[in-house]
Every structure is written in structure tokens, then in C-alpha cells.
């Protein structure tokens, strides 16, 4: 029973990491842009596909791919924000303006991927992907194992670079205050920039990942949503900290829910979390409490 | 006072002026145009007698449900400013709740179409109560929520035919007047709507929604019961959407969780008031013929539905960065709205 509910733990833990990077743009963007990006879980998709076509037709591993996703979705960040939401700072109804357009943004690129992959299920297959770690009693699949400890790692390297950089402190500065930091001297302007970019980068990262422990196909964006949003929320929107530390939480919540409710459930942890947090505590765990744009 | 003017002479005169201006807005009033446009519609199955416009009568049934459905989400989602895109679940519900009382008991979905939309209403005043707590972008999260939940709900409710979902039986009708019935109860549904629509805009009730839109917490301060209100909103909308989905449902003979709870129909719907124009009454009608006269055609001449989700993105994208007003919207702020189009 012990050592049945410590694999369920350790299978949460190890997701939680994944799902944490999956996050950590999302809440990154909301931070400094007040940006609700609909459109992360589809840019996580369309990094899982970078990763799967270089497997498949070059047979490069996932885990090396995933500086070429990051990289390749840095690239679309960057003109995504510059075609789409640059001009829209200026907009009366901001907040609603920039969430429609990203609901936009992901129909487009779930209708853009869907027709040049089609919506088959697909998952790229490195040796680790199917093996495990066995300490006597339980298991750590390694795909899992790999994929949670380089999450860390991005994380880590990301919390790095915004504590102890120039260009960091003023992503922190912007997210605190926009106002302020603006008159302080940052460059608003092209820390929104970076950022959207840093952020759907961070994305592809987490869709090489997910590459190989979870199967995708386009329209699977719209479930991710829900339980990417549920994280962020948890954690207190816009506070990195707070994201992964939802991220674990659910997860883990969400793991001892499938194995003894079945797997359905499990996804649903993430949704009624969702409304349960947003009803009791909106602001979240970290979150101050702010006023409504 | 030396004028001899009481206070209520004032408010008379006042009143008497208000009055002035609103009989003239009436007078100037095309009602005739959404008279002849019904009329059009009632007399359109005449083309049946020759027979080979089976298509344009589905084409024209599917118009006037989505303009049902855009009327009715521009309630909640134009007049007090409350994005759900997650309005496809009351279209569900109301598809379901008539579908399985067609299937078990054999009623038409005709008749009960109205308790269908009652049920929907029902849930959406529910839901409201809780989800309409929160604002701005946390309320769009929790209705993508909503969707999800109610879309693992239904795929996997055995009594209503999980996934696979459940065939309804068919009218005997000879094929050539087949969609008569569907037709026509649309057409109801879409008039019901579009006036009740009318009626809430001009009501104290639709001046207060809109007071919510532009400041809730103002709106809250001149003694607007916001909650109520919203809610209220959020279940009427809530209702039509019902019923348009009731009758769709028998229409086209089989429920499924994948025709109902796909983010298209709700994008669909926010789409087309935005194309339209958001809060205004005649907004969502426009958008709907012009996003499924477009739909058709590039459905035509691309085939695919991801190429088709793809084109409902862009033209979202360029809809929300070039006419955020909606097409009624634009031509209304340069006086240049036709009269026929002005229902506001």
C-alpha cells in the first residue's frame, strides 16, 4: 500500500515537472504583458512537431532537439507579437482584446497544423521513451525521469537569468510595475518583445518533451488549456514561483486521482481545480490580491 | 419661484421632450425590412414545389440557427461584456435534453424545443452563479473549463451514448418536404431571439447589463443588482442557445459529443458577433450570413475543416485588429449604417 501510494507519488512528481515548464511561459507572458495566452498549449504542439519530424526523419533525439524547438518558436514569439499584439497596448479593452486574439491565434495554428499533419495520434519513440528505473519496489519510467530533471533544469537556468541578469531584473521590474520600470529607463517595449518570445520558447521546449511522454495531435491544445490555466492560477497568475509550485501539486493531485478513480478523472482534477480555486481563492497561492483590468 | 416653473413642470416638459425624440427614433425606423426579410423566409420552402432546393433550405436553416446563437450569446457576450467560449455546452444540453426524450418517449423535439432551452437555462443560471464571480480573462478561462468539463462529461455518460453518442428516429416525411418542419421551427427560434434580443437592449434590464459592460463597479454603485443581473443574462442566453440546439439535434438525426462540444460552434458564435458587431442587435445576424456565406466557400473550394478552422482564425485575427466594432459597429460610428440595418 506504502510503496504503491510512493509510485503514484514519485509518477506525479515526475510529470509535475513537465507540466511546471509547460507553465512557466504562460505565467511568464501574464507577468510582464498582462497577456492571457490561449495560444500556449498549441505552440507546446507545434513544438512536440519540430521535435517528432527531426526524430523521424533524422533521427535526432528529442532531448537534443529541444534547443532547435525553443529556438524555431522563439522565432515565431518574436513575429507572432510583432504582427499581432504589439499595437495593441494602446487598446481600451486590453485584456479582453489581447484573450480573443490569441483564441484567434490558436484557431489559426490548430487549423494550420491539423492540415499539414493531420490530427493522427503521434508520439516519437527514443529507446528511454519505453524503458524504466526499478528500485525495488517501484518504477520510474525514464522517459518521465529524463523529462521531469531537464525541466528542472530550464527552470532553473530561467529563474537564473531573470535573478541574476540586467535584462532579468528588468522582466522582474516590468511585471512588478510597468509604469515604474518605464520611467526607471527599461525598454518596455522590447522587454514585452524578448519576453512573448522567451515564452513561447519555453513552450517549444516543453513540447520536445512531451514529444515522447504523451501522445499529440493538434486539436489536443483545447484539453491543455484548462489544465495549463488551472496551474497558473493556482499558483497566482503571473508569479513563476507559484506556477511551479501548482504544477506539482496538481499533478501529484491529479496522479493519485487516476490510479484510484481512472484515468478520465484524472484529467478532470485539473478543470474542477480550476473553478474551485477561482471561486475560493482567485488570486492564488502566491498571487496579491489585484485589481481587475 | 418667479418663473412660476414647479419642479414637476420641468420633469413634465422633460418627459414630454424624451417622448418627442423617442417617437421620431420609431417613426425613422425601418420596421418593415425585418417584416419583409420574415416574410421572405416563410415564403422560401415555395421552391420545394419544383423540388432540387433540399440545399438551400439546409443552407438557410443553418444561417438562421447560427443567428439564433449569435443573437443570443451577443446578450451576454455584447450587451454586458462577458466573453464565453464556452457557449456550445447549452447548445449540447439543449440538443440532449429534447434528443433523449425523442429517443425514450418518442416526443418530437419540436414541442419540447422550449423545455430544452428551459433546462439549458437552468444550467447556465447555475453555472453563472458561480462562474460569473470572477471578470475580464478569468471568466474566458473558466468557460473553456466549462466546455471541458461538460465535453469528458458527456463522452462519457453511458445513458445518453458516451462518444458514440445515440441515432434519433426520423420523421415520415417524403424527402422533398423534409426540412420543412426543422425550417420553420428554426425560423421561430431565430425570430424569438433576435426580438427578445431587441426588447432586452431597450429595457431598464439592458440598460443595466450595458452600464455593467462599460463600468461593473460603477454600475454596482448606482444600485444595479450586478449579480442578478449578469446571471440573469448568462441564463437567457443560456436558453436560446437551448433551443436552437433542440431542434438541430432531430434535424440532423444523431447526437454526438464531437458535433456539439467542438470549440468551432463556440468560436463560431463569438466570431460572427464580432464580424457583425458586438452589442448591437442587427451585429450577429449580419455576422452569421457573412461568416457562413464565407464558411461555404472556402469549404467549397478547400474542402478540409482544419483549412477551415484555420481561415475562421485568420479571419478573426483580422476582424478583432481591423473592425473591432463589427461591420454594423463601423458603418454606425461613420453614419454610414443603412436604415434597414439599424435595429438598435
Known amino acids: 500500500m506504502l510503496s504503491s501510494m510512493l509510485q503514484v507519488l514519485i509518477l506525479g512528481l515526475a510529470l509535475g515537472g513537465v507540466y511546471a515548464l509547460m507553465a512557466s511561459g504562460l505565467t511568464l507572458i501574464f507577468g510582464v504583458m498582462r497577456i492571457v495566452n490561449l495560444a500556449h498549449p498549441i505552440m507546446i504542439i507545434a513544438g512536440a512537431f519540430v521535435a517528432y519530424w527531426l526524430f523521424r526523419l533524422y533521427g535526432v533525439d528529442p532531448i537534443l532537439a529541444m534547443p532547435i524547438a525553443a529556438s ?89 537569468f531573470l535573478n541574476f541578469t540586467r535584462f532579468g531584473t528588468a522582466i522582474r521590474a516590468t511585471t512588478q510595475n510597468r509604469a515604474a520600470a518605464q520611467l526607471m529607463g527599461v525598454n518596455v517595449g522590447r522587454v514585452s518583445l524578448i519576453t512573448f518570445g522567451i515564452g513561447i520558447a519555453l513552450a517549444g521546449a516543453a513540447g520536445a518533451l512531451v514529444s515522447f511522454i504523451f501522445s499529440f495531435f493538434p486539436a489536443k491544445h483545447w484539453e491543455w488549456i484548462a489544465i495549463l490555466m488551472s496551474l497558473v492560477v493556482l499558483g497566482g497568475m503571473g508569479k513563476l514561483v507559484g506556477a511551479i509550485l501548482g504544477a506539482f501539486l496538481l499533478s501529484v493531485i491529479a496522479a493519485f486521482v487516476g490510479t484510484y478513480f481512472g484515468s478520465t478523472w484524472s484529467t478532470m482534477t485539473f478543470f474542477l481545480a480550476l473553478f474551485v480555486i477561482l471561486l475560493v481563492k482567485p488570486e492564488g497561492l502566491l498571487g496579491d490580491r489585484q485589481e481587475e483590468a | 419661484m418667479a418663473t412660476g416653473l414647479g419642479v414637476s413642470d420641468v420633469l413634465k416638459a422633460r418627459k414630454n421632450y424624451n417622448e418627442g425624440l423617442a417617437s421620431t427614433g420609431r417613426r425613422e425606423r425601418a420596421t418593415w425590412f425585418p417584416l419583409v426579410l420574415l416574410a421572405l423566409l416563410v415564403l422560401l420552402p415555395a421552391l420545394q414545389i419544383t423540388g432540387g432546393h433540399n440545399y438551400t433550405l439546409h443552407l438557410m436553416l443553418y444561417a438562421m440557427m447560427y443567428a439564433a446563437m449569435a443573437s443570443s450569446w451577443n446578450i451576454l457576450g455584447g450587451y454586458t461584456g462577458y466573453i464565453s467560449l464556452g457557449h456550445n455546452v447549452f447548445f449540447c444540453i439543449g440538443g440532449y435534453f429534447s434528443g433523449m426524450l425523442l429517443a425514450y418517449f418518442g416526443v418530437t423535439s419540436l414541442l419540447t ?108 454603485s448606482a444600485g444595479i443588482d450586478t449579480r442578478f443581473y ?91 485588429k481591423f473592425f473591432p466594432a463589427g461591420i454594423v459597429g463601423t458603418l454606425a460610428r461613420k453614419r454610414r449604417l443603412p436604415r434597414v440595418l439599424d435595429w438598435d
Open chain 2, 113 to 220: 424545443a422550449p423545455l430544452a432551452g428551459l433546462a439549458a437555462a437552468v444550467v447556465g443560471f447555475a453555472v453563472g452563479l458561480i462562474t460569473l464571480k470572477m471578470r475580464g480573462p478569468t471568466f474566458i478561462i473558466s468557460s473553456i473549463a466549462l466546455l471541458m468539463v461538460a465535453r469528458i462529461l458527456f463522452d462519457h455518460w453511458q445513458f445518453v451514448g458516451g462518444s458514440n453518442g445515440v441515432t434519433l428516429p426520423q420523421m415520415d416525411i417524403p424527402a422533398q418536404w423534409a426540412k420543412l418542419p426543422y425550417y420553420y421551427s428554426m425560423m421561430v427560434v431565430c425570430a424569438l431571439t433576435v426580438w427578445a434580443s431587441y426588447r432586452i437592449k431597450h429595457s431598464k434590464f439592458g440598460l443595466g447589463l450595458r452600464a455593467i459592460s462599460q463600468d461593473e463597479v460603477k454600475a454596482e
Open chain 2, 230 to 320: 449578469k446571471v440573469l443574462a448568462f441564463a437567457i442566453s443560456a436558453f436560446f442557445v437551448g433551443m436552437a440546439g433542440a431542434i438541430w439535434g432531430e434535424y440532423i438525426t444523431y447526437l454526438r459529443p464531437n458535433i456539439f462540444l467542438i470549440i468551432l460552434v463556440a468560436a463560431n458564435m463569438v466570431l460572427m458577433c464580432i464580424l457583425g458587431g458586438k452589442g448591437t442587435v442587427a451585429g450577429p445576424i449580419v455576422g452569421a450570413v457573412v461568416l457562413i456565406a464565407f464558411n461555404e466557400l472556402s469549404v467549397t473550394f478547400f474542402g478540409a475543416s482544419e483549412i477551415n478552422l484555420l481561415i475562421t482564425g485568420l479571419v478573426m485575427v483580422l476582424a478583432l
Open chain 1, 72 to 160: 524555431v518558436l522563439f522565432v515565431i514569439g518574436v513575429a507572432l507579437y510583432k504582427l499581432v499584439f504589439e499595437k495593441e497596448a494602446a487598446s481600451a479593452k486590453y485584456s479582453e482584446m489581447t484573450v480573443l486574439l490569441t483564441f484567434a491565434v490558436a484557431l489559426c495554428a490548430d487549423g494550420l497544423l491539423g492540415a499539414l499533419f493531420s490530427n493522427t495520434q503521434r508520439v516519437t519513440t527514443p529507446a528511454y521513451a519505453t524503458d524504466a528505473f526499478i528500485f525495488g519496489t517501484v518504477f520510474i519510467p525514464k522517459g518521465q525521469a529524463y523529462a521531469g530533471a531537464i525541466s528542472l533544469l530550464v527552470i532553473g537556468a530561467l529563474l537564473a
